[in-house]
């Protein structure tokens, strides 16, 4: 859970608040009766006066799994992490404080599988199939793309130029659409089972998507064709990372291992094992890269982090919170940092 010091709700725009009316789950009285401890059931914690019903905020949390979690995009001085959960919601967090500075939600049904976010716009994948944009500010909803991906969009990047998207649905498709307009630019379908990762290179030219049919396709986005293919020998890509140089790159998945690729050559250049443990494997459902790629950081079934020296591919280090899979770890620009979300419905930051 994210905690935070006692300060007045905010980020919650008008859209949303239908969305967070709150039903009270728990109520405990302070000894001498002039406060309230009250929690309720959207994670919310608050510290009420029995004088006047006045309400401060002491805390909140997802209630169901978190799916994802990223900072910033094109911002190396980002001290804000946005998290995706099943609960419905996004949050904005403010990793100075652990405080949720923005909230998005909607009434329908539906929870967000994938985002992103810039200083302006929080861009997310549904599981209904849409893109859909918020206002980083406050949370208020902008534009959606609607049936983007049937079965629900599950990987999402945001051009460099920030002139358009490319995106990856459930079904197996690859697609890019342009921001100004909202249309479908490109469709791209050569994998055959859900794409996990999309991943847009600096020259917003081409692009690498990973999916669970073991195949990582590099596609010309320019001539809208694919470029190269690597094949995983069993089991479907859960994550990838790619290094600065964007030619080396590192994948994880069913087949429990970890995989360095060079996109130059046709097969893997290195294959190890997801744990130093002798017979302990752990099923990765995430791989990261700080910017200097000194190191990677892994979270997959077992519930542990571990870091990773690049260079020798050792553990460096390694700690367990999360009582469930770890669905999610990414690096902060500085480097300094982790943040992992699981499917217990935690959200953990880790100082390296």
Not at 4 to 29: E, F, I, M, W
Not at 147 to 169: P, W
Not at 274 to 297: C, G, R
Request: with cysteine.
């Amino acid at each position: 859970m994210m905690r935070r010091p006692p300060r007045s709700t905010q980020g919650v725009s008008s859209a949303a608040s239908d969305v967070y009316k709150r039903q009270l789950y728990g109520l405990s009285s302070s000894p001498d009766g002039l406060q309230l401890l009250a929690a309720t059931d959207k994670g919310f914690i608050y510290r009420v006066r029995t004088a006047d019903f006045s309400k401060m905020l002491l805390s909140e949390t997802h209630t169901k799994e978190v799916l994802h979690a990223i900072y910033a995009v094109g911002n190396k001085d980002s001290e804000r992490f946005l998290t995706s959960s099943a609960d419905g919601s996004l949050r904005l967090w403010d990793a100075n404080d652990y405080s949720a500075v923005t909230r998005c939600a909607i009434l329908t049904p539906g929870n967000p599988l994938v985002s992103l976010f810039t200083e302006e716009v929080i861009l997310s994948g549904w599981s209904d199939g849409k893109i859909r944009t918020f206002r980083t500010d406050n949370g208020d909803p902008l534009w959606n793309i609607d049936n983007a991906h049937k079965g629900g969009v599950s990987a999402l990047d945001l051009s460099h130029n920030n002139k358009f998207l490319v995106s990856g649905g459930v079904a197996g498709e690859v697609r890019v659409w342009e921001i100004k307009t909202k249309d479908l630019v490109t469709h791209l379908k050569e994998h055959t089972a859900k794409v996990t990762n999309v991943h847009i290179f600096a020259d917003d030219t081409f692009a690498l998507s990973c999916a669970k049919d073991c195949c990582i396709l590099c596609w010309d986005l320019k001539n809208e064709r694919r470029v190269t293919a690597h094949t995983q020998r069993m089991g479907g890509i859960n994550s990838i990372a790619v290094c600065g140089d964007e030619r080396v790159y590192l994948s994880t998945g069913q087949e429990r291992k970890i995989t360095f690729w060079d996109l130059r050559q046709s097969t893997a250049t290195k294959i190890i094992n997801t744990s130093p443990i002798a017979n302990e494997d752990d099923e990765l459902q995430s791989v990261a890269l700080p910017l200097d790629n000194k190191y990677f950081a892994t979270g997959g079934t077992l519930g542990i982090v571990r870091v990773w020296d690049m260079a020798t591919q050792k553990v460096i280090g390694e700690a367990k919170a999360h009582s469930g899979v770890i669905t999610c770890v990414t690096f902060s620009p500085d480097g300094k940092q982790i943040v992992s979300t699981g499917t217990d419905g935690m959200t953990m930051i880790w100082n390296l």
